[in-house]
Nanobody
Framework: QVQLVESGGGLVQAGGSLRLSCAASGRTVSTDTTTMGWFRQPPGKERDFVAAAIGRSGGSTYYADSVKGRFTISRDNAKNAVYLEMNSLNPDDTAVYYC????????????????????WGQGTQVTVSS
């Protein structure tokens, strides 16, 4: 079993930045065959993919087009954690943000599929005011 706990959400003005953290416990998620992902669910909408990092080094990263160039996913293997650095935030980024992990390298686009992830956090609210 893996427990994931997100933190770092809050209220920020448009153009601002936030750094989300996701701490894992119960089992290491810092392996070469582990995928860490971030998803988000805006108010009244479905949950969608944001970013993913595959492998211990996190060298393989993927982003949704809507956040590319503004968000950065990174891993801290020593802390068994993953982060999402969010810059140039706009009101469309308002959502509950979830981290998730899969016990496998979700290559070939499988990182986009929520069903491919085995464990999920409870989510953290990010609100961007205009």
């Amino acid at each position: 079993q893996v427990q994931l706990v997100e933190s770092g959400g809050g209220l920020v003005q448009a153009g601002g930045s936030l750094r989300l953290s996701c701490a894992a416990s119960g089992r290491t998620v810092s392996t070469d065959t582990t995928t860490m992902g971030w998803f988000r669910q805006p108010p009244g909408k479905e949950r969608d993919f944001v970013a993913a990092a595959i492998g211990r080094s996190g060298g393989s990263t993927y982003y949704a087009d809507s956040v590319k160039g503004r968000f950065t996913i990174s891993r801290d293997n020593a802390k068994n954690a993953v982060y999402l650095e969010m810059n140039s935030l706009n009101p469309d980024d308002t959502a509950v943000y979830y981290c998730a992990t899969a016990t496998g390298a979700l290559i070939s686009g499988y990182y986009l599929r929520q069903a491919a992830y085995h464990y999920w956090g409870q989510g953290t609210q990010v609100t961007v005011s205009s």
